[in-house]
């Protein structure tokens, strides 16, 4: 009894601690739910959002499936979101790995911090460095590029080339984070272990494959499940940033569509339909992943 109170008392205050950000999700997340009624209604703002508004059923969704690129941003949203998903889960860890196998630590910290750091720069600042960077005329990697005899690649201009370097600046933007989470389940990992395998006469590569994977594997099927969340979610603010009339054909995804309808052309049922499309798709990503995670990896959120 004495321990359970202890339990309970020390999840009370871990409880209290949580409750400010459970205030502020359902102030901006779940109070405007309310706000999906939009979607199946002829909305004019001028009578309010519970006033005495046309409504108009399915209408709003059959007129987004008329329209001639709706197909196409999906498509751009789904290719865009899936490579960020694979490549956001993979590269942490490899570098999480190879960071784990540095011996000096003060090198290693400081390496953890450089590759850190763009993780908490805003898509509006990192954005201005990158146009900069991949400029065709003065960028430095086209400079680069230009010293090895390639001609100047238009990163931001062509549709070719657009989606490759929104996901591979995403990655660089965010693998830091990513990478000090895994690092942090390989250092839970049981040290004897290690010793075990170096006695059975395990390389650092067998131990890696055979004990810290493992170690991670829980980390792991978590970051996935949560990300599995964003199947419909390419990143806005960073395409946003980014995006101009000449890659719109591979660039335009769910959510400046959403945006271009809503805030540009005050086509406010078709934007709230979209939105909420996109909501119920991800919930069911999100709900698959989970159940397969609890299935197959014996993994537990709740």
Same mark, same amino acid.
């Given at each position: 009894?004495?321990?359970?109170?202890?339990?309970?008392?020390?999840?009370?205050?871990?409880?209290?601690?949580?409750?400010?950000?459970?205030?502020?999700?359902?102030?901006?997340?779940?109070?405007?739910?309310?706000?999906?009624?939009?979607?199946?209604?002829?909305?004019?703002?001028?009578?309010?959002?519970?006033?005495?508004?046309?409504?108009? *059923?399915?209408?709003?969704?059959? #007129? %987004?499936?008329?329209?001639? $690129?709706?197909?196409?941003? /999906? !498509?751009?949203?789904?290719? @865009?979101?899936?490579?960020?998903?694979?490549?956001?889960?993979?590269?942490?860890?490899?570098?999480?790995?190879?960071?784990?196998?540095?011996?000096?630590?003060?090198?290693?910290?400081?390496?953890?911090?450089?590759?850190?750091?763009?993780?908490?720069?805003?898509?509006?600042?990192?954005?201005?460095?990158?146009?900069?960077?991949?400029?065709?005329?003065?960028?430095?990697?086209?400079?680069?590029?230009?010293?090895?005899?390639?001609?100047?690649?238009?990163?931001?201009?062509?549709?070719?080339?657009?989606?490759?370097?929104?996901?591979?600046?995403?990655?660089?933007?965010?693998? *830091?984070?990513?990478?000090?989470? #895994? %690092?942090?389940?390989?250092? $839970?990992?049981?040290?004897? /272990? !290690?010793?075990?395998?170096? @006695?059975?006469?395990?390389?650092?590569?067998?131990?890696?494959?055979?004990?810290?994977?493992?170690?991670?594997?829980?980390?792991?099927?978590?970051?996935?499940?949560?990300?599995?969340?964003?199947?419909?979610?390419?990143?806005?603010?960073?395409?946003?940033?980014?995006?101009?009339?000449?890659?719109?054909?591979?660039?335009?995804?769910?959510?400046?569509?959403?945006?271009?309808?809503?805030?540009?052309?005050?086509?406010?049922?078709?934007?709230?339909?979209?939105?909420?499309?996109?909501?119920?798709?991800?919930?069911?990503?999100?709900?698959?992943?989970?159940?397969?995670?609890?299935?197959?990896?014996?993994?537990?959120?709740?």
């Amino acid at each position: 009894m004495r321990a359970s109170a202890k339990r309970r008392k020390r999840n009370g205050m871990l409880h209290v601690m949580l409750l400010p950000g459970v205030v502020l999700l359902f102030i901006f997340h779940y109070i405007p739910l309310s706000g999906i009624i939009i979607a199946f209604q002829k909305f004019i703002p001028a009578k309010g959002l519970f006033g005495n508004q046309v409504w108009v *059923g399915l209408y709003n969704f059959r #007129y %987004l499936i008329t329209l001639p $690129n709706t197909f196409k941003v /999906l !498509y751009n949203t789904v290719v @865009i979101a899936f490579y960020k998903i694979a490549f956001n889960l993979a590269v942490p860890i490899l570098v999480a790995l190879l960071l784990n196998e540095l011996a000096n630590l003060r090198f290693k910290k400081s390496i953890q911090t450089v590759i850190y750091f763009p993780h908490f720069l805003s898509w509006i600042i990192f954005g201005g460095i990158l146009i900069d960077i991949l400029s065709p005329s003065s960028g430095l990697v086209n400079k680069a590029l230009g010293i090895l005899g390639i001609e100047p690649v238009y990163f931001l201009g062509d549709k070719r080339w657009f989606p490759v370097t929104v996901v591979v600046t995403d990655v660089f933007k965010n693998f *830091g984070f990513g990478t000090v989470v #895994y %690092l942090a389940a390989i250092s $839970n990992i049981d040290p004897t /272990l !290690y010793e075990a395998a170096a @006695i059975d006469g395990a390389s650092r590569l067998r131990q890696t494959i055979h004990v810290t994977l493992p170690g991670m594997r829980m980390i792991i099927v978590l970051m996935m499940v949560l990300s599995l969340g964003n199947v419909l979610n390419a990143g806005f603010d960073q395409i946003f940033n980014l995006y101009n009339q000449m890659v719109m054909e591979t660039g335009d995804i769910i959510d400046t569509l959403v945006y271009r309808m809503g805030l540009i052309d005050s086509k406010y049922g078709p934007a709230t339909a979209v939105g909420l499309f996109k909501s119920v798709v991800s919930f069911v990503f999100i709900s698959i992943s989970y159940y397969i995670a609890y299935r197959f990896f014996d993994y537990r959120l709740f």
